[in-house]
């Protein structure tokens, strides 16, 4: 036998579990070390490691479980009630253990619920052991009242004991309350638990040096006991900072995430999403699956909404505005023969079944019913433009997701130095077409303005938000695609002169070609965009101006200019449509309780837009001299160290360039 590999494995003189008094008085700073320590395991356990290297290490979280209590009665550190007195044991701290196993309940029963990567987000684990799932909230929280009643009389106690043990106390029930299923709490009411949490950090983090840490009540021995075909594990052991350090994010993440009920509008809901997802540090499992079931839970969006009602209000904000398609009254009409009826009818299947190939055909079909008239150049023999609203709105969407993809993989740093060039182009080629698509909806959303001769408020409304959302969803797209423009141009000439920093090893069976179509996989059996192959993206990123070729004599560098000047320029614009874009009110920038994290990003882009003209600059400079490679490094930077995870900016540092 292997004691790497079994559990079970005694060495000579070892005992099975060690010898550990359960029942021993604990003195007051044993009481707060003890809280500590079993914080900092739940808390471990939050950040992603299993509940058998953290909270299942304890003695008392053991006798707790196990065997499983069928009243709340048995969940006792003494189950033959033999011991006497000892109040801080089996009524403080009997009350915080059973709190804080009812929290971890009702986090596992939320991230269960929802979607998340086992293993890699969180483990759900239970190793056979029941979270005091049969047990009401309101029970335990009674026992935590009688614990603090019970520390509030006791006349022993230091006070500044006191007000630790107490402290923690009332921080373990608002969690309780917080963390609690029950519908009858209001937002506000949940806000301000997690409120409340923050304010009572502090008072426990500066006490923490009062407690005495009991080493001796965790052992890694307990992974015995529990179910598990896993191989023992060493105890997992976070500082009470980092720990604190977590707990305080979580409630603060807590706090923000219940915003999102406030509905603004589809757009602004996803920005919410979009933007809270990517905050710094990265929301625990907990809040983001929260988060999931806040948006959509039994078929209701935001608790409220239906799926119906989200996806007609995103429709009349980008295609549709003030539309008798979209009139939620067509619903009331019974007679067959009503065009609205039909209209309610198409509609409603739509709806069960979104996809560009069943709008287009629907579009057509609808064209019946609404009586839409072609755009054409006013020629008899010239050509019918149909705006095909549903179809276009499924098209908007297919290009937000394919520029989202290309993102992620900045994000995720999953590109090489050698890649950045192409797929850079990449993205800005998709959000070209972008453009071109927006440019075309707001076409057909001015003419269905101009045919409208008398507006009611509601419509004046509509029509409003829609060119609102269309100026922004343009300014945005513009800057993204200036931006990609100048690091693909940048990149391209680093690539020319082998600035960048090389792959460690070669790669003998990779090709260009071959990461190419690894790259666009996602995108290889579209139709619509039309993805550009291998040729053509190397046409577009390589050789450019002739670099390398000597044209009219000059020397590759004074040849590389003219791509710095389309570089720097493209920078420049990027720099100011992303300063008007911060500029824009939070309405239009649909960013409606979420400003000052989507105006942060914003900035962070606007940096490294500077840091990008700066590098830029460098380049030129150099190139007006000696050749390039001597007097040039660039450096990339390090994972996470980007302003924005988007926008991977080289620095070039210079060595021997004359000022």
Same mark, same amino acid.
């Given at each position: 036998?292997?004691?790497?590999?079994?559990?079970?494995?005694?060495?000579?003189?070892e005992?099975?579990?060690?010898?550990?008094?359960?029942?021993?008085?604990?003195?007051?700073e044993?009481?707060?070390?003890?809280?500590?320590? /079993?914080?900092?395991?739940?808390?471990?356990?939050?950040?992603?490691?299993?509940?058998?290297?953290?909270?299942?290490?304890?003695?008392y979280?053991?006798?707790?479980?196990?065997p499983?209590?069928k009243?709340?009665?048995?969940?006792?550190?003494?189950?033959?009630?033999?011991?006497?007195?000892?109040?801080?044991?089996?009524?403080?701290?009997?009350?915080?253990?059973?709190?804080?196993?009812?929290?971890?309940?009702?986090?596992?029963?939320?991230i269960?619920?929802e979607?998340?990567?086992?293993?890699?987000?969180?483990?759900?684990?239970?190793?056979?052991?029941?979270?005091?799932?049969?047990?009401e909230?309101?029970?335990?929280?009674?026992l935590?009242?009688?614990?603090?009643?019970?520390?509030?009389q006791?006349p022993?106690?230091?006070?500044?004991?006191r007000?630790?043990?107490?402290a923690?106390?009332?921080?373990?029930?608002?969690?309780?309350?917080?963390?609690?299923?029950?519908?009858?709490?209001?937002?506000?009411?949940?806000?301000?638990?997690?409120?409340?949490?923050?304010?009572?950090l502090?008072?426990?983090?500066?006490?923490?040096?009062?407690?005495?840490?009991?080493k001796?009540?965790?052992?890694?021995?307990?992974?015995?006991?529990?179910?598990?075909? /896993?191989?023992?594990?060493?105890?997992?052991?976070?500082?009470?900072?980092?720990?604190?350090?977590?707990?305080?994010?979580?409630?603060?993440?807590?706090?923000?995430v219940?915003?999102?009920?406030?509905?603004?509008?589809?757009?602004?809901?996803?920005?919410?999403?979009?933007?809270?997802?990517?905050?710094?540090?990265?929301?625990?499992?907990?809040?983001r699956?929260?988060?999931?079931?806040?948006?959509?839970h039994?078929?209701?969006?935001?608790?409220?909404?239906?799926?119906?009602?989200?996806?007609?209000?995103?429709?009349?904000?980008?295609?549709?505005p003030?539309?008798?398609?979209?009139?939620?009254?067509?619903?009331?009409?019974?007679?067959?023969?009503?065009?609205?009826?039909?209209?309610?009818?198409?509609?409603?299947?739509?709806?069960?079944? /979104?996809?560009?190939?069943?709008?287009?055909?629907?579009?057509?079909?609808?064209?019946?019913?609404?009586?839409?008239?072609?755009?054409?150049?006013?020629?008899?023999?010239?050509?019918?433009?149909?705006?095909f609203?549903?179809?276009s709105?499924?098209?908007?969407?297919?290009?937000?997701?394919?520029?989202?993809?290309?993102?992620l993989?900045?994000?995720?740093?999953?590109?090489?130095?050698?890649?950045?060039?192409?797929?850079?182009?990449?993205?800005?080629?998709? @959000?070209?077409?972008?453009?071109?698509?927006?440019?075309?909806?707001?076409?057909?959303?001015?003419r269905?303005s101009?045919?409208?001769?008398?507006?009611?408020?509601?419509?004046?409304?509509?029509?409003?938000?829609?060119?609102?959302?269309?100026?922004?969803?343009?300014?945005?797209a513009?800057?993204?695609?200036?931006?990609?423009?100048?690091?693909?141009?940048?990149?391209?000439?680093l690539?020319?002169?082998?600035?960048?920093?090389s792959?460690?090893?070669?790669?003998?069976?990779?090709?260009?070609?071959?990461?190419?179509?690894?790259?666009?996989?996602?995108?290889?059996?579209?139709?619509?965009?039309?993805?550009?192959?291998?040729?053509?993206?190397?046409?577009?990123?390589?050789?450019?101006?002739?670099?390398?070729k000597?044209?009219?004599?000059?020397?590759?560098?004074?040849?590389?200019?003219?791509?710095?000047d389309?570089?720097?320029?493209?920078?420049?614009?990027a720099?100011?449509?992303?300063?008007?874009?911060?500029?824009?009110?939070?309405?239009?920038?649909?960013?409606?309780?979420?400003?000052?994290w989507?105006?942060?990003?914003?900035?962070?882009v606007?940096?490294?837009?500077?840091?990008?003209?700066?590098?830029?600059?460098?380049?030129?400079?150099?190139a007006?001299?000696?050749?390039?490679?001597?007097?040039?490094?660039?450096?990339m930077?390090?994972?996470?160290?980007?302003?924005?995870?988007?926008w @991977?900016?080289?620095?070039?540092?210079?060595?021997?360039?004359?000022?």
């Open positions: 036998m292997d004691p790497k590999m079994d559990s079970g494995f005694l060495t000579q003189g005992t099975f579990e060690d010898e550990f008094d359960i029942l021993k008085e604990l003195l007051p044993e009481m707060v070390g003890l809280m500590d320590q /079993v914080l900092r395991h739940e808390m471990a356990w939050h950040m992603g490691h299993p509940l058998s290297q953290s909270l299942f290490t304890s003695y979280i053991d006798r707790l479980l196990w499983e209590p009243k709340l009665e048995e969940a006792s550190f003494d189950r033959q009630a033999r011991a006497t007195g000892n109040g801080m044991l089996h009524v403080v701290f009997r009350a915080y253990c059973l709190a804080l196993i009812k929290c971890c309940d009702h986090v596992h029963t939320r269960r619920a979607h998340y990567y086992e293993e890699e987000d969180f483990v759900s684990n239970l190793y056979n052991r029941n979270l005091l799932t049969n047990f909230t309101d029970q335990i929280e009674l935590l009242r009688e614990a603090m009643k019970f520390t509030e006791q022993k106690i230091d006070e500044a004991l007000r630790a043990i107490l923690r106390l009332t921080l373990r029930q608002q969690i309780l309350r917080a963390m609690d299923f029950e519908p009858i709490l209001e937002k506000d009411n949940r806000i301000q638990l997690w409120k409340n949490c923050m304010d009572l502090p008072e426990v983090h500066q006490t923490q040096s009062l407690g005495t840490p009991v001796e009540a965790f052992s890694v021995k307990m992974q015995r006991k529990l179910t598990s075909s /896993v191989p023992p594990r060493p105890m997992v052991e976070i500082t009470f900072d980092d720990a604190h350090e977590f707990l305080s994010n979580l409630c603060r993440d807590a706090a923000d219940y915003h999102v009920l406030d509905y603004h509008g589809c757009s602004n809901l996803l920005t919410f999403t979009y933007v809270f997802q990517s905050r710094k540090p990265q929301p625990a499992i907990y809040i699956c929260l988060l999931q079931s806040l948006i959509f039994d078929m209701r969006v935001l608790g409220k909404i239906t799926i119906t009602t989200l996806i007609f209000d995103d429709l009349a904000e980008l295609v549709l003030a539309a008798t398609l979209l009139d939620p009254a067509n619903a009331n009409v019974e007679p067959p023969q009503d065009p609205r009826f039909q209209m309610a009818k198409e509609m409603g299947g739509f709806v069960l079944r /979104v996809g560009d190939l069943e709008a287009e055909n629907l579009d057509v079909e609808l064209r019946k019913y609404t009586g839409e008239k072609p755009l054409t150049d006013g020629s008899p023999s010239g050509p019918e433009i149909w705006s609203p549903l179809s709105w499924a098209y908007y969407y297919k290009l937000r997701q394919m520029e989202w993809i290309v993102q993989g900045f994000e995720l740093d999953i590109y090489q130095n050698d890649e950045l060039s192409s797929m850079y182009w990449q993205l800005s080629h998709i @959000v070209g077409a972008k453009i071109q698509h927006v440019e075309r909806i707001r076409t057909f959303v001015t269905r101009r045919q409208l001769r008398r507006w009611s408020a509601n419509q004046t409304h509509n029509f409003k938000q829609c060119f609102s959302f269309l100026e922004f969803t343009l300014t945005e513009s800057a993204t695609q200036w931006f990609a423009i100048s690091l693909s141009k940048l990149y391209t000439v690539l020319q002169f082998n600035l960048l920093p792959r460690p090893e070669p790669l003998p069976y990779s090709t260009a070609e071959l990461r190419h179509a690894l790259r666009l996989r996602p995108f290889m059996q579209l139709s619509i965009p039309e993805v550009p192959s291998y040729a053509e993206l190397t046409a577009a990123t390589s050789n450019v101006s002739g670099i390398n000597h044209e009219g004599g000059l020397p590759a560098e004074k040849q590389s200019l003219p791509v710095l389309m570089a720097d320029e493209a920078s420049k614009v720099r100011k449509e992303w300063e008007a874009l911060s500029k824009m009110d939070v309405q239009a920038a649909r960013c409606v309780d979420c400003e000052d989507w105006r942060k990003s914003v900035k962070n606007i940096r490294a837009c500077i840091i990008c003209s700066i590098a830029i600059s460098t380049m030129k400079k150099g007006q001299d000696k050749p390039v490679k001597h007097i040039l490094h660039a450096e930077p390090e994972d996470g160290k980007t302003y924005h995870d988007f @991977v900016v080289p620095k070039l540092t210079t060595e021997g360039l004359l000022k």
